[in-house]
């Protein structure tokens, strides 16, 4: 299945032109699709619901939008109230089905200067033909290396409690006449993730190695509960792999911030991962990534 994350900075490239359209044409055609900087009811934007217009532009796909923050964008309008939110956060496509999702919101830390906003981590099940497998569309603080950290200590403990927690409800229902499942089975809420997004962090981070571990004996090594990087797995990154480019200091630096993380137990199904660096429909290149979510899980190791 191919796989594409794009922090699309709502809608403007890097020609400074705002073109919602071409954000849309640069991801279309993938099987899962995790977007960041996606929102609603701004006036740099038009006030433009994005997720909806994304949804009319990708039409074949299952979506779920997850605001990191939300705020009263409402008017009056003719003697009523016509009720708007004014969002910000992260978005998920995709061709199959999504489940269930939820969303975290993340720890923040408030600043004096400059701004900080909050972040967010959009989780959503899939059951792909290899079996289930929760992906989520992330975005970290773009602050400071500590703020990160916190962030992704968060979502490792909510990653190692999946099994054990269970999905959006578990057990059998003890009163089937008020239906609360819906004759649905108990959903699935497996170990088998992958963590895709704007993680504002470059390989070799203190960050970076709380996602992976720090370079273990074995350098092919990939723990069940953990995560690796699909780049490292899949292919050989080339010396010039990148996913930013931004002038500091004077100087145009290029940077790796956009990552796909995988549970250990995909970390030999990943068969590659590039950046579309020529692409200008965002300030970030989209990352795309093959990996085999067809062959079905081996029975008690990897969709656990």
Same mark, same amino acid.
């Given at each position: ?113 400059? =701004?900080?906003? !909050? ?10 033909? +290899? &079996?289930? %497998? $929760?992906?989520? @569309? ?113 100087? =145009?630096?290029? !940077? ?10 995909? +970390? &030999?199904? %990943? $068969?590659?991962? @590039? ?30």
């Amino acid at each position: 299945m191919k796989l594409v994350s794009y922090n699309i900075q709502y809608g403007f490239g890097g020609d400074d032109r705002y073109d919602l359209a071409r954000a849309a044409r640069v991801v279309a055609g993938a099987d899962i699709i995790a977007l960041q900087e996606v929102e609603r009811h701004w006036q740099r934007s038009n006030e433009d619901d994005q997720p909806e217009i994304l949804s009319r532009l990708l039409p074949e796909y299952y979506w779920v939008y997850g605001p990191a923050f939300d705020m009263d964008a409402s008017e009056r309008r003719d003697g009523r109230i016509v009720n708007r939110r004014r969002q910000f956060g992260t978005m998920l496509l995709s061709k199959l089905p999504i489940a269930w999702s939820r969303l975290h919101t993340l720890p923040l830390r408030r600043t004096v200067r400059p =701004l900080n906003t !909050r972040n967010a981590a959009l989780e959503c099940m899939i059951r792909t033909p +290899a &079996g289930p %497998v $929760r992906v989520l @569309s992330l975005h970290l603080a773009h602050m400071a290396a500590e703020e990160r950290l916190e962030q992704i200590d968060y979502l490792l403990a909510e990653h190692r409690r999946a099994p054990s927690d269970g999905g959006p409800w578990s057990g059998a229902d003890d009163e089937p006449e008020r239906n609360w499942s819906n004759g649905e089975p108990e959903p699935e809420n497996p170990l088998a993730a992958i963590w895709m997004g704007d993680f504002n962090m470059e390989p070799g981070s203190a960050e970076y190695r709380r996602v992976v571990g720090s370079t273990p004996y074995h350098r092919g090594a990939a723990y069940l509960g953990g995560f690796v990087d699909a780049a490292a797995v899949g292919s050989e990154p080339t010396a010039d792999f990148h996913t930013h480019v931004k002038t500091i200091d004077g100087r =145009l630096t290029k !940077r790796r911030l956009d990552h796909c993380f995988v549970g250990g137990m995909l +970390a &030999g199904r %990943v $068969r590659s991962v @590039s950046a579309d660096i020529d692409e200008i429909a965002s300030d970030h290149f989209p990352l795309r990534v093959d990996i085999d979510l067809e062959t079905p899980f081996a029975t008690g190791t990897e969709g656990a």
